[in-house]
């Protein structure tokens, strides 16, 4: 069950683990293991996180609209998106940046919401 800590972290603190996360699933893929899936990693334990979190929160939700940006933060979205979707809610993604301009993590998180069957609106 989620409890509420009640302190804030530094931000360089906070970077400095998720640099540290982000240098241990690189170290697993330069030595010959194979590469995880966008939603085996960072990324993905982080929307699994707050999608557990939000169905604690609000237990009676089915209807979900997310808002996804261009950056890496876009990639937490897209995979929220898609457990919702996996989860049977009602899911609709609103993209500031089409699929094609997204890299890296965020690109292959878009492609997995896309592939879950998510429905996606493009704005700007």
């Known amino acids: 069950m989620w409890r ?8 360089a603190a906070l970077r400095d683990l998720e640099h540290w996360l982000l240098a241990e699933e690189t170290v697993s893929m330069t030595n010959g293991l194979p590469e995880a899936s966008v939603d085996k990693r960072l990324m993905g334990r ?5 999608f557990d979190l939000l169905r604690q929160r609000w237990p009676e ?3 979900l609209c997310v808002l996804c940006g261009g950056g890496n933060n876009a990639g937490d979205g897209y ?3 898609r457990l919702a979707q996996l989860a049977g809610f009602e899911v609709r ?6 699929e094609a301009q997204l890299t890296g993590d965020a690109q292959l998180a878009a492609i997995a919401a896309r592939e879950a069957g998510v429905e996606r609106q493009n704005h700007w």
Not at 4 to 11: A, D, E, R, Y
Not at 46 to 50: E, G
Not at 93 to 98: T, Y
């Open 4 to 11: 509420s800590v009640n302190c804030l972290w530094p931000i």
């Open 46 to 50: 982080a929307a699994q996180s707050a």
């Open 61 to 63: 939700t089915r209807r």
């Open 79 to 81: 995979l929220v998106a």
């Open 93 to 98: 993604i609103i993209a500031l940046k089409d």
